[in-house]
């Protein structure tokens, strides 16, 4: 059985994880953590049945009940300390929340290699979500050029989103270098042409927030005379977010350090 402390319990994906934690027979909820929240019965914060579980405030004081995952769906501006606690406190984590830089997710890494525990960080844990990374990576081997834009509610506090973050990142590091004019030789307003995120070849990153988008995130490859898009659209519901999460939340203890993306478990 593994025991877990959800973090962001009463959120879009923190509600629908209480139910499927509760119903999976190999997973254990004990605590919940959520600011809004703090001193409920963690059911009925979620929206659900009362059962007898805890709710605290901030992931210090949850930690101190046994548990073996903390998984993290909070804020952009708390995500990092709470990993960090999570490490220090020798749990394993599995991190859902956005907003985290390639600096912060290195520290992570030396933290959890250090303390001898796994991190499965995603910047989308669906499925499809996922085959965009892997497929992205696949084209990235033949196309150089390739530019990201990532839509999200007019609500959504940070940008880019964690999924066009991580594929930014990870195409950076992969492809090779565009042939498009550098950012720093062209006139007019700048900024239009997005930010430039991963290394060594950064790739523009421009994010659209306004109504009328959940979440979506494309790649754009071209070519002379030909383009291809790779598109991941989500809707409303949370459910493409549980099952990879819980998948994580079973073998992120696997291995000591850091992994980045749901398909670090693919075959």
């Known amino acids: ?18 139910a499927a934690i509760a119903a999976a027979p190999d997973l254990a909820l004990v605590a919940g953590v ?14 659900l049945p009362a059962n007898g579980l805890p709710v605290f405030a901030s992931v210090e004081e949850a930690l101190a ?20 606690a999570a490490v220090a406190a020798g749990r394993h984590v599995v991190v859902g929340a956005s907003g985290m830089t390639g600096e912060d997710y290195a520290e992570i890494d030396a933290a959890a290699k ?16 996922t085959l965009l990374r ?16 990532d839509y999200a509610s007019a609500a959504k506090p940070d940008t880019p989103s964690g999924t066009g973050r991580e594929l930014a990142e990870t195409l950076g590091a992969e492809r090779m270098a565009g042939t498009a004019k550098p950012v720093a030789e062209l006139g007019g307003v700048r900024e239009t042409r997005g930010g430039a995120i991963g290394a060594p070849n950064p790739v523009q990153v421009h994010s659209v927030r306004m109504p009328g988008f959940v979440l979506s995130c494309e790649a754009l490859f071209g070519l002379p005379d030909e383009r291809l898009v790779i598109r991941h659209d989500a809707g409303s519901s949370a459910a493409p977010y549980v099952g990879g999460t819980l998948l994580a939340a079973r073998r992120v203890a696997e291995q000591a ?11």
């Not at 959520?34 to 929206?47: C, N, P, Y």
């Open 1 to 18: 059985m593994i025991r877990i402390t959800l973090a962001g319990c009463t959120g879009w994906v923190g509600k629908a994880l209480v």
């Open 34 to 47: 959520s600011r809004k929240a703090a001193g409920r019965d963690l059911g009925e914060a979620a929206g």
């Open 134 to 149: 892997r497929f992205a990576r696949e084209a990235a081997k033949y196309v150089p050029d390739v530019e990201i834009i």
């Open 65 to 84: 009940i046994p548990s073996d995952v903390l998984i993290d769906y909070t804020k952009p501006d708390s995500v990092k300390g709470n990993v960090l």
């Open 114 to 129: 250090a303390a001898g525990v796994g991190v499965l960080a995603a910047g989308n844990f669906s499925v499809t979500a």
């Open 257 to 267: 350090g850091l992994r980045r993306g749901l398909d670090s478990l693919m075959g």
